[in-house]
């Protein structure tokens, strides 16, 4: 079969083709511009592509609840053009396919559980920490929605004594997006991630709250493997600096193979950032077996 893919973000949309195996025979890029501007391209793209079914990973927040009035719905966006914009509908409409539909962390985590490191796993969660940070959750080996879907890059968070920097969220200023995300670390420190790579106290201070949501998720969501991607995470120093302060705050508390094994528990992505991707053909894959059945 032959399967679309697309990987909706904000900055830009990535449009693939690729099969059921998760293979990717081809992908290109478009800026993220208005849906009157970039849809028509991203359409043009997959009929000549004659795909037999779409999957796509959204920004958000959306609406993924099939039962809603609103499924399928990029809704309170910040990116204002793209707010309350029926993203599935349209693509339905034109190609008259099966359009799998989720966010874009979520097809993270999807790539990842069929495809990668966490194929074999039912419960999974994979945090992408760069612009703004995001967090897929796989459950019994389903993608968790609840009343909307999970926006745990916004778990608040207790600041060290040695940082006075108020944090960045618009919303909550001290949620782990407002800490941590990338223009976090910029604002904090007043130099890009990239050129702060040697200074141990800016990755000690980011790891120590990536830590304290990490134990968050930990204790609720009991996941058997945590995945780290995102630019931010491109800094690899920052992995054995999170190990050691989740096992630090957890103090003994939770004894699992797992957190024994916490190399392998807590890890970067697995297949060269093409996991959202991945997981869009598979969420094109699901929808043409929901059609067919």
Not at 93 to 116: M, Q, R, Y
Not at 256 to 271: C, F, G, K, Q, R
Request: aromatic fraction near 8%.
């Amino acid at each position: 079969m032959k399967l679309g893919a697309l990987e909706a973000g904000g900055t830009k949309m990535v449009c693939a083709l690729g099969d059921e195996t998760g293979k990717i025979f081809e992908q290109i890029s478009i800026p993220t511009l208005t849906p009157e501007e970039t849809v028509p391209k991203m359409i043009e793209y997959f009929q000549k592509a004659q795909v037999d079914a779409l999957g796509i990973g959204c920004f958000g927040p959306i609406d993924p609840d099939k039962n809603s009035a609103t499924y399928g719905y990029i809704t309170s966006t910040p990116k204002l053009a793209w707010a309350d914009y029926n993203i599935v509908g349209a693509f339905e409409k034109a190609l008259g396919c099966p359009v799998g539909f989720d966010t874009d962390v979520n097809g993270s985590v999807l790539g990842e559980a069929t495809f990668g490191q966490a194929k074999g796993k039912s419960n999974v969660i994979y945090i992408t920490i760069g612009t703004g940070v995001g967090v897929g959750v796989l459950i019994e080996g389903k993608l968790l929605h609840g009343m909307l879907h999970p926006e745990a890059g916004h778990v608040l968070i207790r600041k060290r004594e040695d940082d006075a920097y108020e944090g960045r969220c618009p919303y909550h200023k001290t949620c782990l997006e407002g800490l941590a995300a990338g223009p976090a670390v910029e604002a904090r420190w007043g130099k890009k991630a990239i050129e702060l790579k040697d200074d141990q106290k800016v990755w000690d201070l980011e790891a120590y709250y990536i830590a304290q949501a990490l134990c968050g998720y930990i204790l609720t969501l009991s996941p058997e493997m945590i995945i780290l991607g995102g630019g931010v995470m491109h800094q690899e120093q920052l992995f054995p600096l999170i190990r050691k302060y989740v096992k630090e705050m957890l103090n003994g508390y939770i004894k699992t193979e797992e957190l024994n094994n916490i190399d392998s528990y807590i890890v970067p992505a697995s297949l060269h950032d093409d996991q959202g991707i991945m997981g869009c053909l598979e969420l094109g894959r699901r929808a043409l077996g929901e059609g067919k059945g």
